[in-house]
Nanobody, 122 residues
């Protein structure tokens, strides 16, 4: 049974930083592509950052240059460093994982965490 648990959400001011973590268990972590998604109130869920088995990454244009996805295989943890936060980054953030090594599409993720809330306001 795959279990993903996000942490690190909270409140920040515009221009501030937060770091999200996702602890993975029951998953062959070192083999799979993992990603971060977010969903703001009244909007569809969007994929914002993904990392493949070989460390290759991809980002949505909305976060490129501000957010960094990484993984600590030794700790079975996925990370998202968020800098230069904007009010429009306010959303529920979700960790997700695929059963395969490589990214194919934002719609092709099989496992999901429960989410952690990020609020950016002054």
């Amino acid at each position: 049974q795959v279990h993903l648990v996000e942490s690190g959400g909270g409140s920040a001011q515009p221009g501030g930083s937060l770091r999200l973590s996702c602890a993975a268990s029951g998953y062959t972590y070192t083999r799979g592509c993992m990603a971060w998604f977010r969903q703001a109130p009244g909007k569809e869920r969007e994929g914002i950052a993904a990392i493949e088995r070989n460390g290759g990454t991809r980002y949505a244009d909305s976060v490129k240059g501000r957010f960094t996805i990484s993984r600590d295989n030794g700790e079975n943890t996925l990370l998202l460093q968020m800098n230069s936060l904007k009010p429009e980054d306010t959303a529920m953030y979700y960790c997700a994982a695929r059963r395969d090594y490589w990214f194919t599409a934002w719609s092709d993720f099989h496992y999901w965490g429960q989410g952690t809330q990020v609020t950016v306001s002054s």
